[in-house]
């Protein structure tokens, strides 16, 4: 009887990986079909909530041990961010073509490695300035400052990119010292109050329809954070991460296939140049963390 062997770890994460994408990419479908009926400030809120619920059976079962912290500025800078990072990239969502704002939202991990130069410290080799430079060119391509009238969605998608470089920041200062439980609890938790005061500025009636909506976005966001977790719990970073641009291809097939976006050249230009180079600086920093562990310990 012939036998398929089972797929290797790394196979299994790039499918996972693929899966991460493709889930994320849903995820903005599901948030511009929530924006007809909701507004992304009230959408926020709610997905919050969500978020909070779900961590909640982790903070019981640590029995409070998750909220020790010394570090509660740095945690809320942190949750702010992300707050501003969900208000800006849900905005954007509701106004801009998906396969725009999906390629603004790219540029995340470019302002996060300039923040690091400049707040961490890190030092920028030649390679990667290039292509961090490469990365904002395209950024310049997807926006077209001068040539055309910059969206109030463009704008809240670059808010939304950089707030969320900024809790990547923060998180990376919190690791050092914080338990991954606790900056996940205090990230998800803190704001609700500021997040619940924005959303009551306009506050609706919840109908059935906007629950189940709002209920499959929680669902589907889980699955795509538990989908991306395991991907790169099974291999490293720089085998998966550069799998991460299938979200632009998604989410530019679900834009034209549900709300009719055909995205234009220079969307797929500039979007092509920032995926490019944020890849490269995934790979860069994967290589650089496994040259690290490869050093030997002179105390050994």
């Known amino acids: 009887m012939l036998k398929i062997a089972a797929p290797s770890r790394t196979v299994q994460a790039v499918l996972l990986m693929i899966c991460a994408s493709a889930t994320i990419s849903v995820l903005w479908a599901l948030l511009r079909w929530g924006a007809e009926t909701m507004h992304p400030i009230y959408m926020v809120f709610w997905r919050s909530l969500f978020g909070a619920i779900v961590l909640a ?49 790219y540029s995340a991990p470019l302002f996060a490695t300039i923040g690091a130069a400049i707040l961490l410290g890190e030092t920028l080799h030649r390679r990667r300035i290039v292509a961090v430079l490469v990365g904002f060119l395209g950024m310049l391509v997807v926006v ?7 969206h109030l969605g463009i704008l809240a998608a670059l808010m939304g990119a950089m707030a969320m470089a900024s809790s990547l920041l923060c998180v990376k200062k919190l690791s050092a010292t914080e338990a991954t439980q606790t900056i996940i609890l205090y990230g998800n938790t803190l704001c609700l109050p500021i997040s619940l005061g924005l959303a009551l500025i306009y506050w609706q009636a919840m109908t059935w329809h906007n629950f189940m909506v709002l209920a499959i976005i929680g669902a589907v966001s889980s699955t795509a954070q538990w989908f991306l977790a395991k991907a790169l719990s099974m291999a490293d970073a720089g085998a998966v991460l550069p799998l991460d641009f299938m979200r632009l291809v998604f989410v530019t097939l ?8 055909t995205p ?29 562990k490869a050093v030997p310990d002179p105390a050994e």
Not at 58 to 67: D, Q
Not at 144 to 150: K, Q
Not at 254 to 261: D, N, P, Y
Not at 274 to 289: C, K
Request: charged letters at 15%.
């Open 144 to 150: 077209r400052p001068g040539i055309e009238d910059v």
């Open 254 to 261: 679900l834009g034209v296939a549900l709300f009719g976006e």
């Open 57 to 105: 059976p982790l903070f019981l079962k640590s029995g409070g041990a998750g909220l020790r912290t010394r570090r509660l500025p740095l945690h809320f800078l942190r949750s702010t961010c992300s707050l501003v990072a969900m208000v800006g990239i849900f905005y954007s969502i509701a106004h801009v073509p998906l396969a725009q704002g999906m390629a603004v939202n």
């Open 264 to 292: 234009d050249l220079l969307t797929v230009v500039g979007g092509g140049l920032i995926v490019f180079s944020t890849v490269y600086i995934a790979r860069r920093e994967a290589a650089g963390r496994a040259a690290a």
